[in-house]
């Protein structure tokens, strides 16, 4: 799987809106080979076997049976993709008139973007024989390779260095692979394009390369240079190798506390690049090296070439990164950090029992999987695996993004907690506190019940967040700690992808201040919550809260402001209200608590 281009506005995911939709996908500017098998290769050939009798659980088996390139007729022609990219090109290459509707034919678009002149000029310095002298080559690419190098003259004289080297005649030649979503994709195309929207990939790789600094498990960028042919981004050279080829070393799984390690590096890295802005989007073995050949040696996270900065509301829709690894809101569009954890969890889960959680012989039978069949946790090894183990994987795998731990929280869960280990701060708590201080007060009156029916194994993560926002001696915080905690763990990123301005959404802080109580009620995702084992005992205790402290009698219609709906809704809500003294009852509770909104992030049943 490639990567994809654009940045329509998301529509409601139903099956009419699959059939009218297209999406692009195309290779980034340096992406190992894809993990898919080759032709004819039998289905069980690849490093891990299936789960599942049949690849995918409780999924029909792919109609892509010897290819996943296989062409698929339709009893009517299916929608052209071209406005989308059409779309694509016209924002990327600043072009103010948005595209005509209706479908257009490929050629159109094709030969549209074939016309605009590509600057191939990125601006970087032009001395790179100068100071490097290239070795031997270590990796290759779609549009490129990676070769080890050395340092002639100047800070890295004498010193290793990794340089990947990406054709400048390559990266205007991009590769879209047009997926109509009808059934889950099973109609493929392909057709090429030449287009300025690769070029700019790279800049924007090199941009995050520069603006990411200071973390252990990242790799090191050094410089960027360019000539008439290449780009030459120069990085540390880490000679361990690949966390795939460990995995396979090793009879392809690691025992828990191994495992535990190698996590460990990984939630720490995606976490420092979440809180600055970053999302990585290819996470997966291939993509964390070995600094050495020694067992204990450091991991480093490369290859950003599918990055990109997002802000803290924002969402993308871009579909990007390898299919075993994609998580299903990147499938449906709309997405945001949380894809990462997604592919930290289908990473763990490889680690822990040897095989992929979701397989098929296609690709378009991997997305199937993935937006529908359970990972299996009930052949060997998960009977004999810690139930700590389980639900942390289980956690990270939740098909509905806003269940799922962020890296930060993971880090914290008891399969990893470690009380000396700090804890680095975690951008969703400026999320939920954000949403708390323009909450009603009605509202804040439940999450405060609920804060207080916490699980002891939730307090740590609280407490290790409210700690790095450093309270003042009474014990309190206020705005002024909350912007200074995100200024401290600024880099070039954090600025870039513009995190900061959350903390202007929080305004109302400034003439407040807040105690670990509150803090609590204002830092917790009930959706979150929901995804715990002991839910309904949660529940249950914070509606005995509710009760004394917070419920009142409230009208349908209020009830239908406080959730933004309208008074078709008022046949729903009115059973949520009790007929004795029109307060919220215990289902009324924990609906509210969770909120409508218009569709279910879960796919559905068919």
């Known amino acids: 799987m490639g990567q994809c281009y654009g940045k329509n506005n998301l529509r409601p995911q139903n099956d009419d809106a699959a059939d009218d939709s297209a999406v692009a996908v195309a290779g980034s500017a340096d992406v190992p080979p894809s993990p898919l098998p080759p032709k004819d290769t039998p289905a069980r050939a690849n490093p891990w076997p299936s789960p599942f009798p049949h690849g995918g659980g409780t999924v029909t088996p792919s109609p892509a049976r010897s290819t996943p390139r296989r062409f698929f007729r339709r009893p009517f022609p299916p929608p052209s993709p071209a406005k989308h990219i059409r779309a694509s090109l016209a924002k990327r290459l600043g072009h103010a008139k948005a595209p005509k509707e209706g479908p257009i034919p490929e050629e159109e678009a094709a030969a549209a973007a074939t016309e605009q002149s590509l600057d191939k000029s990125f601006g970087y310095g032009k001395n790179f024989g100068a100071k490097f002298e290239i070795g031997k080559e270590v990796g290759r690419g779609h549009f490129g390779h990676t070769c080890c190098a050395k340092g002639k003259k100047g800070d890295l004289k004498d010193q290793p260095v990794a340089v990947k080297i990406i054709s400048k005649a390559k990266v205007g030649l991009v590769t879209l692979l047009v997926v109509k979503c009808y059934r889950f994709f099973p109609y493929l195309s392909l057709f090429q394009m030449t287009t300025a929207i690769a070029i700019e990939d790279v800049r924007r790789e090199v941009k995050i390369l520069k603006a990411l600094s200071g973390h252990k498990h990242l790799v090191k960028f050094h410089d960027a240079f360019e000539d008439a042919n290449n780009v030459y981004i120069v990085m540390e050279l880490c000679e361990g190798g690949e966390l795939l080829d460990r ?360």
Not at 385 to 401: H, M, P, Q, T
Not at 464 to 484: T, V, W, Y
Not at 568 to 595: A, C, E
């Open 247 to 606: 995995i396979l070393s090793r009879g392809g799984k690691y025992s828990e506390e191994d495992a535990k390690v190698i996590v460990l590096q990984i939630l720490s890295v995606v976490a420092f690049c979440h809180l600055q802005g970053v999302v990585h989007r290819d996470l997966k073995p291939e993509n964390f090296l070995f600094t050495s050949r020694s067992e204990d040696a450091d991991m480093r996270l490369i290859d950003f070439g599918l990055s990109d900065f997002i802000r803290p509301d924002e969402r993308l829709n871009d579909i990007v990164g390898s299919a075993y690894y994609v998580a299903p809101e990147v499938l449906h569009r709309s997405y945001s950090l949380e894809a990462d954890i997604w592919s930290i969890g289908v990473i763990t889960y490889i680690l822990l029992c040897g095989s992929r959680p979701f397989w098929a012989r296609t690709e378009s039978g991997i997305f199937r999987a993935v937006l529908r069949a359970d990972p299996n946790f009930d052949d060997l090894p998960w009977p004999t695996a810690s139930a700590e183990a389980k639900d942390f994987v289980k956690r990270l795998l939740n098909k509905d993004y806003r269940k799922r731990m962020t890296a930060v929280q993971a880090l914290t869960h008891p399969w990893l907690r470690d009380d000396s280990r700090p804890i680095p701060l975690d951008i969703l708590v400026y999320k939920l506190v954000k949403a708390y201080l323009h909450a009603t007060p009605f509202k804040r009156a439940a999450v405060k019940a609920l804060s207080k029916a916490l699980p002891e194994d939730e307090l740590p993560y609280l407490r290790a967040q409210f700690r790095l926002l450093e309270p003042n001696r009474d014990g309190h915080i206020s705005l002024d700690n909350f912007k200074m905690a995100l200024v401290r763990h600024a880099t070039d990123a954090m600025r870039e992808s513009r995190v900061l301005d959350i903390v202007n959404a929080m305004e109302p802080l400034a003439y407040r201040k807040m105690d670990f109580e509150e803090f609590c009620a204002a830092a917790i995702s009930t959706y979150q919550l929901e995804a715990h084992d002991r839910w309904e005992d949660i529940a249950s205790t914070a509606f005995e809260h509710f009760e004394s402290e917070g419920n009142r009698p409230i009208a349908v219609e209020e009830l239908a402001r406080e959730l933004n709906l309208g008074p078709s809704s008022y046949s729903v809500l009115k059973d949520w209200i009790r007929n004795t003294d029109g307060k919220l009852s215990l289902l009324g509770y924990t609906k509210f608590l969770h909120g409508v909104t218009l569709r279910s992030s879960n796919p559905r049943n068919r």
